[in-house]
């Protein structure tokens, strides 16, 4: 504790945080530790954070939480919470019991929840000032939500100045609370053992409680009943006090009587000694667990006011119970030790127990306490058909969803579903179930939906949502065939035109993504087709016109094409937050505009995803795809330093979501291309290694191409055999698709540097090939790219002239680290045709260019060439900021009122070379080409 209000030799503050933990037997003297700890904490003047789990509690999501946080907002007015919490407010304050769940709205994933009890607990720790110390007993009680974020964050112990204490019986750590465990030995260290009492601790207590007379010979006897286990210790010395027993070897007996009645059957014994109305209060408390008004309990035992006071009298008395006042100005009723309620709940008979556990969720559903409170007991109860019983597990299951706790709501419809529901609503929970199920079982999710759409008489409505919900599922297992076939089957029996148009919709996306597609050509006739057909522009049509834009991409049409077809599915708004429709359209719409030299525009809607994503409370794959997005964005701008720390970023969102999952392998993929650009190949290599790239590569299409990118990867490392089979066998599947576009997969430009290590004639055909294709793109950036590949395989006069038009094409782009490789080659052959002068200025433009990208390896070989030609490299200039100098602005204004080159240099002038480095710098900046100039300036 005293570390928490530490300084420095200085006199400044020097807290220092961390986390206790404490295991023993239940009884040991955790608790009194812990509420000792609490005490002592509290009266230094910390900020103290208490909760305990329990028994009856443990299935109730962030029942753990709510203890923790609900005091702090207890005194504050709705208005006020919504003003503490800010942005976070409709993400935590439904986990935290702060406000109901809204009605309709979509669900925060559980990561989203976790980092928004982050930001609270965070916040609460920075605005207190004081030391926090956050207390949680009974630890192997506690909800697996609480749990999940709890040993999460307590990695931010040290760096908060927070102290984390955790006590717990080991021997009753459930076996699926991995976090817990995980938690309990945290860096390798053991929990904290808390030994039985001493037999001079025993004694001691004993005098305390029988007398100063107590002899050795009894002192000795009380430790050996006991085990030394504090809490009997305590509660046989109070025993004989109430009894008046002398502490003499001669009454040994009859303190091993008293001993029986302490726990047990004894305490049993006792109890019903009470009468029935008071055991009866003690089953109702025993069910009920913590913290429940006296009312309340009252009702379930089937007491009046007056009998219930009386009861609880008597309990009290006798050290079962206790009344204390809840945050919410209640008296409540609590057991004085856990091994009490645990004793006295096994103790009801368990017919009665059922009975009992169907009367506290009718009683607490009626005090307004809600579904959610109510489901624990209804879990209890023996399935009879009953809709009461269906109608508060759904609903409960619906606010477990919008608190972020999918496991929940899992565990409450798959209760309601074994009720059984009426059959005209056993689709509706199979579909409810099934979507619970998605993202953590999809194998059982795909079994219940395909039963739900067996079921008869579904209302056509349900049976589309069904049929998405389960091409969703069978999507997300490589299933792709199946989800497609899936689609076209229910399209066939819909008797609605937009339900056929949506589920073709849904058929394109899924057969887009698949590699075993047998006729991808087909399907983009297909496509073609609808998109020239489509009048309306709903939701469905539009995914179908982002769909087409997306496909004009892959196979290389014009970038025109590809263009026309994005704007108008962004005609009217797509949403990345529509479950029933996906993210994936809206993705790879804004990757269209990339590939289409407007990545400043892709980034704009890649933005608006993150502020969507963040508002729901969407934090996991969805967001790890984003930032993995942006970074593949930047590092197509040549921004290499900010792609390889969005891509991190959304790689270590994956990594936590789990292995092997589509977050992940774009991700690996596109930090692999980054760090080779950087240069960095050893660092790409242990990437790859790490995630096993190269061990099984995914069923499903992804960008960039993970076995293009591993060929890429083989040949920086020198491996070219290796790396010409899997470019080449990369190039043979995405050409059978009809993916031709070397701005998706540039596998033949690194084909062809690999070809020419040994075969310069086959590089400059391979090369030839993937120009052609750029051309018949038309984006600047990839046919720059081509050219460069294709001057390495030229003789030197050659490659000058297709260096030159690299340059001028890459001018004109916003690939700002491809124009750096292109200005230096151009340098390089250059100064070997004996050309020092101009070889000068583009070596050192390529240097400053590669240096601004964070191109290491690329301003140390633009070094090496000017070194070579004697000239001295000067001190690199860079300007690390995006905004537009007054030349650029005025440069950009010319351009998108449609002057050429040579105009605008007359309207400035200057010439045209400056000109066209204006514009570079302008592309490079705002992420356009002269297309998508205006837009960028905001004309």
Avoid at 392 to 405: D, H, K, N, V, Y
Avoid at 608 to 622: L, Y
Wanted: net charge negative.
């Amino acid at each position: 504790m005293d570390e928490l209000f530490g300084v420095s030799d200085t006199g400044s503050p020097a807290r220092r945080g961390g986390v206790l933990t404490f295991a023993g037997s239940g009884g040991i003297g955790k608790t009194t530790l812990l509420a000792e700890a609490r005490r002592h904490a509290g009266d230094r003047g910390c900020t103290v954070l208490f909760a305990r789990g329990g028994e009856q509690e443990k299935q109730v999501p962030f029942h753990v939480m709510r203890q923790l946080i609900q005091p702090a907002f207890a005194a504050l007015s709705e208005q006020e919470r919504r003003d503490v919490l800010g942005s976070w407010y409709g993400i935590v304050a439904p986990a935290l019991g702060l406000t109901a769940s809204a009605k309709g709205r979509t669900a925060p994933d559980p990561q989203g929840v976790r980092d928004g009890l982050d930001w609270v607990v965070t916040h609460l720790a920075v605005r207190s000032g004081a030391p926090v110390v956050l207390i949680l007993d009974d630890a192997h009680w506690a909800d697996a939500e609480s749990l999940a974020w709890l040993a999460a964050f307590a990695a931010r112990a040290e760096e908060l100045a927070m102290l984390i204490m955790v006590a717990c019986r080991p021997d009753e750590i459930p076996s699926d609370a991995a976090p817990l465990r995980a938690l309990m030995s945290r860096q390798g260290t053991r929990p904290h053992e808390l030994a039985p009492l001493t037999t001079s601790a025993v004694a001691r207590i004993v005098r305390e409680a029988l007398g100063d007379s107590a002899d050795d010979v009894f002192c000795r006897e009380c430790w050996a009943i006991t085990g030394g286990n504090p809490f009997e210790v305590v509660e046989l010395g109070m025993k004989g006090r109430d009894r008046g027993l002398k502490p003499h070897q001669e009454n040994i007996p009859q303190l091993r009587d008293l001993a029986s009645a302490v726990k047990g059957s004894g305490l049993i014994e006792r109890l019903e000694q009470l009468g029935p109305s008071t055991v009866r209060l003690a089953w109702a408390a025993a069910v009920l667990g913590n913290a429940v008004p006296i009312g309340i309990v009252g009702g379930v035992a089937a007491l009046g006011e007056a009998q219930a006071a009386d009861a609880i009298d008597q309990l009290h008395n006798a050290r079962i119970l206790t009344v204390l006042t809840s945050v919410q100005r209640k008296e409540v009723v609590e057991f004085f030790h856990p091994l009490i309620a645990t004793a006295v709940y096994r103790s009801i008979p368990p017919g009665v127990r059922v009975g009992m556990h169907g009367m506290a969720a009718q009683a607490l559903v009626d005090d307004g306490h809600g579904p959610t409170a109510a489901a624990r007991h209804l879990l209890e109860m023996h399935p009879e058909g009953d809709p009461w019983v269906v109608q508060q597990l759904r609903r409960a299951a619906r606010e477990s969803f919008s608190a972020g706790a999918p496991d929940a709501a899992r565990r409450y419809l798959a209760r309601a579903l074994r009720e059984p529901p009426e059959a005209e609503h056993r689709a509706e929970v199979l579909f409810e179930l099934g979507s619970a199920n998605l993202l953590h079982d999809p194998v059982t999710t795909i079994n219940q939906l395909r039963t739900a759409l067996e079921e008869p008489n579904t209302v056509p409505e349900l049976r589309e949502a069904i049929t998405y919900r389960l091409a969703q599922a069978l999507g997300h297992t490589g299933q792709l065939a199946q989800a497609a076939e899936l689609l076209a089957e229910e399209a066939r029996h819909a008797t609605s035109s937009r339900t056929r148009l949506r589920m073709q919709a849904e058929q394109f996306k899924w057969n887009s993504v698949r590699v075993d597609e047998e006729n991808s050509p087909a399907r983009s006739r297909l496509l073609v087709q609808f998109a020239k057909r489509i009048v309306g522009r709903g939701p469905a049509e539009r995914h179908i016109l982002g769909l087409r834009a997306w496909d004009a991409a892959l196979r290389g049409e014009p970038v025109a094409t590809a263009l026309e077809y994005a704007e108008q599915a962004l005609d009217g708004g797509m949403s990345w937050t529509d479950q029933d429709f996906g993210f994936e359209v809206p993705a790879v719409v804004a990757l269209t505009l990339m590939y289409c030299d407007q990545p400043g525009r892709a980034e704009e809607l890649f933005n608006a995803a993150i502020v969507e994503f963040e508002a729901k409370g969407w934090r996991g794959a969805h967001l790890s795809f984003v930032y993995t997005l942006l970074g593949y964005i930047r590092y197509r701008r040549g921004r290499l330093a900010e792609a390889e720390d969005f891509v991190r970023n959304g790689l270590q969102i994956a990594d936590r979501i789990g292995h092997d999952i589509p977050a992940q392998w774009y991700a690996i993929g596109t930090l692999i291309e980054t760090l080779l650009a950087r240069g960095n190949v050893a660092e790409a290599r242990q990437v790859a290694r790490t995630y096993k790239l190269a061990d099984e590569f995914p069923r499903a299409v992804v960008y960039p191409d993970p076995q293009a990118v591993w060929g890429k990867l083989l040949l920086a490392q020198g491996r070219v055999e290796e790396a010409e089979h899997h470019l080449s066998a990369a190039g043979k599947r995405l050409d059978l698709r009809g993916t031709r576009n070397p701005s998706w997969s540039p596998w033949q430009l690194d084909l062809a540097l690999a070809q020419l290590t040994h075969d310069t004639e086959l590089a400059a055909a391979t090369a030839a090939e993937a120009v052609v294709r750029a051309r018949g793109f038309g984006a600047s950036s990839v046919i720059g790219h081509a050219l460069r590949v294709a001057a390495a395989a030229a003789e030197p006069a050659r490659a000058a002239v297709l260096l030159k038009e690299a340059v001028d094409h890459l001018d004109q782009s916003p690939a700002a680290a491809e124009l750096a490789h292109a200005l230096i080659d151009h340098g390089t052959a250059l100064h070997t045709l004996g050309d020092p002068h101009q070889a000068a200025q583009q070596l050192y433009r390529g240097m400053e260019t590669a240096a601004a990208c964070g191109a290491e390896v690329l301003v140390d070989r633009a070094r090496a060439q000017l070194a070579s030609a004697g000239l001295r490299p000067r001190r690199l200039y860079t300007s690390e900021q995006d905004s537009l100098t007054l030349a650029e602005h005025a440069a950009a204004r010319h351009a998108a009122r449609g002057l050429d080159n040579a105009a605008i240099a007359k309207e400035l002038h200057t010439d045209t070379r400056a000109v066209s480095e204006l514009l570079s710098a302008v592309f490079t900046k705002l992420g356009t080409d002269r297309l998508g100039l205006g837009r960028a300036l905001g004309d």
